[in-house]
């Protein structure tokens, strides 16, 4: 058939032609395919794992000795400060003993005249020419007057503070000049060749920790991990935090930890778990301070942002408690570039 058209209407036949032409062109060009992505994946499987107990503790020296002096006095020496140390049966402090010397030296006077009174009536009494009673009054006058000298030349013994044993110095509660009450204790001397860890057991958990189990310690001040053992566990709960105490404990040969710092304590025990366990580079957080991970939608290729819930760090995994199920799939790399909706590609 042949088409029989004007001039004019061959030109609007054109034109329409073109315009309709250069609109699908442009809807194309509206609307791209968008290019997917590549990205690892990972599906979700359960895993045996060993049950962490995971605690918080303080450190505390091996052991810990409050000192202070017998005898009051004003403090004339000190020979270390807090946080060095000092060997067993070094001097640790003194007193001003001026007044202890002068006791002493009344106390060797009185005795002197007692000894020499003592001496001649003691021939009168071997001779008969005392009496028994009298000779009593004068060997307990000089058992009193020695005695008397002999706590004069104690306090002076008194005066000088030695370690007892070899520590760090971990307070130091007076300062040189000062004067002192006896019996107050002012320095606290620490053993820290070797460390405790206190730490607060739940009583769900209590029963899983045993004497000589392996612990791993890590020190927050430090940023450092430590191998140790349970030395102590406690058999009864604390009246107002119904926790158990247990004691973790850790060689210290530099004495780089010290007591007070913040630790944190994990211990393995022998049962196990089946847990949903994710790479930790495969959490994201949002700006709500939520985690979430990219879930795969293995009909459409698509990924979409999913809220989680972790749980405890294993190794280089972290524990998923809710928010995806078993035998879902989620990417592991490639994350930054993904949005709700990105499509992607993987093996």
């Not at 009593?136 to 008194?158: C, D, F, P, W």
């Not at 730490?199 to 769900?204: E, F, H, I, T």
């Not at 566990?233 to 210290?252: C, F, H, Q």
């Amino acid at each position: 058939m042949q088409l029989n058209l004007c001039k004019p209407t061959l030109k609007i036949f054109i034109v329409t032609l073109l315009l309709s032409i250069y609109s699908c062109k442009s809807k194309e060009e509206d609307h791209p395919t968008e290019k997917p992505i590549a990205v690892n994946v990972l599906k979700i499987v359960k895993n045996d794992v060993s049950n962490a107990i995971s605690l918080s503790g303080n450190v505390e020296a091996n052991t810990t000795l409050r000192l202070g002096f017998m005898v009051a006095g004003k403090v004339n020496y000190i020979a270390i400060n807090e946080g060095e140390s000092i060997k067993k049966g070094t001097l640790l402090a003194s007193l001003d003993d001026s007044d202890y010397q002068i006791g002493l030296k009344a106390a060797n006077g009185k005795l002197l005249e007692v000894q020499d009174k003592y001496n001649r009536l003691k021939i009168m009494h071997d001779r008969n020419s005392l009496s028994d009673a009298d000779f009593v009054q004068v060997e307990a006058g000089l058992q009193q007057a020695e005695a008397n000298k002999a706590i004069n030349a104690k306090n002076i013994s008194h005066t000088k503070l030695y370690a007892p044993m070899s520590g760090v110095l971990l307070k130091k509660g007076v300062s040189e000049g000062e004067v002192i009450d006896k019996g107050l204790p002012i320095f606290g001397l620490g053993d820290i060749d070797r460390v405790k860890i206190n730490a607060a057991v739940p009583g769900d958990e209590i029963n899983l920790i045993k004497i000589n189990q392996p612990a791993q310690v890590t020190i927050y001040a430090l940023d450092s991990i430590y191998n140790g053992k349970v030395i102590e566990v406690g058999l009864a709960a604390e009246a107002k935090t119904r926790t158990y105490n247990a004691k973790i404990e850790i060689d210290n040969p530099n004495h780089k930890i010290l007591p007070g710092m913040i630790a944190q304590i994990e211990i393995q025990s022998n049962s196990k778990q089946q847990k949903l366990l994710v790479p930790g580079h495969a959490i994201l957080k949002g700006t709500d301070n939520k985690s979430y991970v990219f879930v795969v939608d293995h009909t459409t290729n698509k990924v979409f942002k999913r809220d989680i819930s972790i749980g405890k760090l294993h190794k280089n995994n972290i524990e998923i408690t809710s928010g995806i199920s078993e035998g879902e799939i989620i990417v592991t790399s490639g994350i930054q570039k993904l949005q709700d909706g990105t499509p992607v590609s993987y093996n």
